[in-house]
DNA sequence: CATGAATGAGACTTCATTCAT
DNA sequence: CATGAATGAAGTCTCATTCAT
């Protein structure tokens, strides 16, 4: 009998999914590092074996998440041969996974935000490569002439993902009957590769 | 002649100011109540005089904030007639405020998302007026035929807002040298009205 | 106008009588200086023309109550010939006081004794007045040889007084069908005077 | 061996004596959580661990202080048969406990009643205990013809309780010679059962 | 490795008291 | 005399972190 393996999973893995949760529901100021030992079912002690401090715990969280984020993303592209059709895949990707993992949603969409401000140091470099994905789609995009040029790219996958994060935001949050999040995606995509107005012919 | 004007200004009215700055400097949870009075340049049992709580304050600061910006936005609008010219005023007038309000843009930009968490019955009305605004454009420009059909006008109006407070995020968190914020708002105005695909003839 | 005189009282009367109410009715400390100003209708401030401070106001409460108490006992004593009598007398004012001037009960018999805590040197020479009116009727009935000899008049008037008190306090507190105070005053009569127990013949 | 005891008691214990001890000398309000604790050589936040919050506390201390005199007044009726020679050995008894525990008389006699008032719905129910034992002696004895009857056992018990209590008060604030307090408990019993009037024959 | 009782710095908030008007 | 806004000392309580077991 191994005594690190609980329910399937090891120890750190188990906090990490436990902070994930409550830091979800409660936010990362409210909630209590004994709070995630309690719902991961350690001591209180037990969670300074695998991380340095609460504030560890978030980044960790960050890396974790969007790690999965961006493998998924990068899984969901595959295959995908003009920039049009990858965004259209990415959108649809990313708005899917909100569903799918709620609670890292919350994550990302809030207390990434708030991570600016109290870790002043914290790189946050897989955001970054998120943005990189992003960006590499329009630039592709660009340079091929299917897509305008004259945006930057890193300010239109900013634009993009501020644009995503809100939605998935507005999803998270609504209490009572939610937008379908997977129509979003085509909605999204149309505003995005056709833009609002209407075309003349 | 006001018995409670100090240099320009009543003392509400400078917590406020105080509260803003160092909000917006250290975040929320890491500001103490003692720094914004020490800014104000008040004793610390002042700020109870004018705010229930510290919560208080910052619900406070953002019905302040916002109240501005809608009353902003609003302005930037008259004599505007197309939806379209409307939609690139908004853009403008907002990001024009990014770099105006920079303290003001930190508070909307990165403490409003937490307030969904910490105060859950906070049903802040300023941004649901603020989100009304940009729907109303948009059913506007949909029911005239200048813009396409198709999505709610509140999801849309979500995504903009997404959108631009990301690059107001951005602008605001980068350090070096920052993209030009108003020239976000023409990049921003051409994703949103004619999207990213190059039109085909 | 008189500005001192506001429904007939001048302005450190009123200031005490909204102190009996409010000292009375949430007890001293959880009691604010506010609250007995507002009570009054004066600024916070006036109270601290009439009184020094918190505690004086509670001493200047005591003072006065306590004289108004001696005063009603000693004029209850006049014409009385016996100790028995005036020991009965007693009894009957006293209780029947607790009826008509319930706060002042309430200030008496709860804030009296914390009193002996927080006000390290107040001697509180009204209820040693209030004792050596008691004792001395004690006192007068031994050497008269109606009551028995033997305790001392001093311990009797305190353990006399203890047990008024405590009667106040039962029907100062009890919410609901509180005892006839005014029967009280004969069981006490007839328990100190009598005793318990059945005489033999 | 157990892991918590330190010194003979483990931590909860030697906290209620601390409070016992640092309630007694200044008086509840006057008396700081920090001085609980560093009289219990624990710090501040120890405490916080074994009680919900200040005025548990001092409920807390109620509780055990009032069991242990229930516990010991019952444990000295043991073996009395007339109602008479029991309500001897309660005050006996009572008073007796008056100077050897001195610390738990004062909160008694003194932070008690201020419970009425700061504690609104804390029943207080070893008090009622103890008036009940009490009760239940004078009861006995009416029925049996031993004591007169007419006046409630309640209002008796009440009244007697009184009665103890401020001997009890008087002889912990006084400060030079105090009187025997064991020879109150003579004179106590005389009053009560014979009364002041010296019998006719 | 794991525990969880203990720590203690520090935050928010209250409120008696002052003093300029 | 009266006001009441302002003060700021001080208290209760929280909670991230440690360390002896």
Redesign the pocket.
Same mark, same amino acid.
């Given at each position: 009998m191994n005594?690190?393996s609980v329910r399937g999973g090891d $120890?750190r893995a188990r906090i990490l999914e436990s902070a994930l949760k409550v830091f979800a529901s409660k936010g990362f100021y !409210? !909630? $209590?590092? !004994?709070d995630v030992a309690a719902e991961a079912g350690? !001591? &209180?002690?037990?969670? @300074?074996? @695998?991380f340095k401090?609460? &504030?560890d715990l978030l980044i960790s969280l960050f890396e974790e998440q969007m790690q999965q984020v961006n493998s998924q993303l990068t899984t969901a592209l595959v295959g995908a041969i003009s920039a049009t059709d990858k965004l259209q895949r990415f959108f649809k990707a990313y708005l899917g996974m909100v569903e799918t993992h709620r609670h890292a949603t919350e994550i990302i969409t809030i207390e990434l935000r708030q991570s600016a401000k109290f870790m002043k140091d914290y790189a946050n470099p897989r955001f970054a490569e998120f943005l990189k994905l992003l960006a590499g789609i329009i630039d592709e995009g660009q340079a091929s002439g299917t897509f305008v040029s004259g945006t930057p790219p890193t300010v239109l996958a900013r634009a993009i993902f501020g644009l995503l994060d809100e939605l998935a935001l507005m999803w998270v949050t609504t209490k009572g009957d939610k937008i379908d999040i997977r129509k979003a995606a085509d909605w999204v995509g149309r505003l995005v590769l056709e833009g609002l107005e209407r075309r003349s012919a």
């Open positions: 005594h690190h $120890k !409210a !909630a $209590k590092v !004994a350690v !001591a &209180d002690g037990t969670i @300074y074996l @695998y401090s609460k &504030d």
